[in-house]
């Protein structure tokens, strides 16, 4: 980036809490690829350069999963918990109309795999939560994008 160390820091530190947000959200994928991928016995990541629906993809020898990794959210500052569980949001951060439609919400089968980064309630970026994505609920006004808002019981446990 062209500049200290001390100059992104001090920017982090002016940030407001949207910026937050997207480096809280970049941080977790870093971890994600750098110290859980890397623990899975068995798999190896093989995730193709470019701008792609999702964060990782990571072969065994039969198959190739394709993750997509998400935070937990969190509402005023602390772990968001909605009828007892923990709230995740699933879209992208860019939106956008493409022949008239919301660009947002993924769809079915852009990913294998939601990956849930639980730092917010558990206070540790290599706490993850994790749901087949075709068991995600899907979006009301189109069946074949995932809803923007998921609770993560639903996701299984993996503390």
């Not at 690829?33 to 964060?55: H, I, K, N, Q």
């Not at 394709?66 to 500052?77: E, H, I, S, T």
């Not at 979006?139 to 299984?156: H, I, M, S, Y």
Request: one cysteine or more; a positive charge; glycine letters at 8%.
């Amino acid at each position: 980036m062209n500049a200290k160390a001390e100059v992104i820091l001090e920017a982090l530190d002016r940030a407001g809490a949207l910026t937050l947000r997207g480096i809280r959200g970049i941080i977790g994928e870093a971890t994600f690829v750098r110290e859980v991928a890397p623990s899975l016995a068995g798999w190896e990541d093989v995730t193709p350069p470019g701008d792609l629906p999702y964060d990782s993809a990571l072969k065994d020898s039969i198959s190739t999963v394709r993750v997509q990794v998400k935070m937990q959210r969190r509402a005023a500052g602390t772990a968001w918990i909605r009828n007892g569980a923990a709230v995740v949001e699933v879209q992208r951060t860019r939106g956008g109309k493409r022949n008239g439609e919301d660009t947002r919400p993924y769809r079915f089968g852009e990913f294998d795999i939601l990956a849930v980064c639980m730092e917010p309630s558990h206070a540790r970026w290599n706490s993850y939560q994790s749901a087949v994505a075709f068991r995600l609920q899907r979006l009301e006004l189109n069946n074949a994008r995932v809803a923007k808002l998921a609770d993560a019981p639903d996701l299984g446990s993996k503390p």
